[in-house]
């Protein structure tokens, strides 16, 4: 175990700065500028820091503040559907099961209906059991007040996220199902894998062709997906775990073209997180450090 605070929380304000602008690229970016900051105090400033983990996630936090801001807005004029840039993840994330829902594809799409303060306050309290005091002081709001933004932060969130809870086995057996008759255009297989209403939400970023708008019934869906062996030429599908939970990797000519995020509710997928922007795949090459330790 590393002697500086800034390294041996690294994983966690990564994590922290990720949860809140759904993007790796700007999370590491926002990480380096904590970095910078907390190098600039100087050895003695720093050794008189009380609680060092506390104190770069309040920074963390109000860089990542920052950034959200201006990604928003610059969200509000992307070209099509907006998902967030997936992480490559070990299954033993999925173990942990409020890391792994937290920064799942459902929870991070749901944050995004959030304002920037309240996903703040709501990934600090509910992910990371930051308490109160310390969240007032890191996005300038009373005590008080931060308690009701939490509340209506965590009921807006509760009635948007899934609420069932699969097992890994579960999750597997599923994706292997799918996986299947994507493979072989086996529409009569997707159809039984698919939930009737199936929704599949795609990310070109105006780069790459995706439906601008999601896809939504089993029959359209199986329609789309079953068609891709046929259309792609030289195709392969295989598993992959993304944001710690359940996902297919698609090559066309031995090459990455998309990654899909899967739900799974009742044995069935329930809907497809499929991310095409090349921008966002370019990280896809080794997995993520998470922690929220």
Do not use: C
């Not at 310390?134 to 009701?148: D, K, M, N």
């Not at 995706?210 to 199986?222: L, M, N, S, T, Y």
């Not at 009742?266 to 370019?282: I, S």
């Not at 896809?284 to 929220?292: H, K, T």
């Amino acid at each position: 175990m590393t002697d500086d605070p800034f390294v041996a929380h690294r994983s966690l304000l990564f994590t922290v700065s990720y949860e809140l602008l759904g993007s790796a690229a700007d999370a590491e970016d926002v990480v380096q500028e904590t970095w910078l900051r907390w190098a600039a105090l100087g050895t003695r400033a720093r050794a008189e820091v009380r609680d060092p983990r506390a104190y770069l996630v309040r920074i963390v936090t109000r860089q990542a503040l920052n950034r959200l801001r201006t990604l928003s807005r610059r969200r509000e004029e992307y070209v099509g559907e907006w998902l967030p840039e997936p992480l490559l993840t070990s299954p033993d994330v999925a173990e942990d099961v409020e890391l792994a829902e937290s920064v799942s594809f459902a929870m991070l799409t749901v944050l995004e209906t959030l304002g920037p303060v309240e996903r703040a306050v709501f990934v600090l309290r509910e992910v990371f059991e930051t308490p109160y005091d310390e969240i007032a002081a890191t996005v300038g709001r009373s005590p008080a007040t931060v308690r009701q933004i939490a509340h209506r932060a965590r009921e807006h969130v509760a009635a948007r996220r899934p609420r069932v809870r699969v097992s890994r086995a579960e999750q597997e057996t599923v994706v292997a199902r799918f996986l299947a008759a994507v493979r072989g255009g086996d529409l009569r297989g997707l159809l039984e894998v698919l939930a009737p209403d199936v929704v599949v939400v795609s990310d070109g970023g105006g780069v790459v062709a995706a439906a601008r708008r999601p896809i939504e019934g089993a029959h359209r869906v199986a329609a789309l997906l079953g068609g891709l062996a046929t259309l792609a030429g030289d195709f392969a599908v295989r598993p992959v775990w993304l944001n710690g939970g359940p996902a297919a990797r698609f090559d066309v000519g031995g090459v990455l073209d998309t990654v899909a995020a899967l739900v799974i509710e009742d044995g069935r997928v329930t809907r497809v997180y499929a991310v095409r922007n090349p921008q966002k795949l370019a990280r896809l090459g080794e997995e993520a450090s998470l922690s929220r330790a």
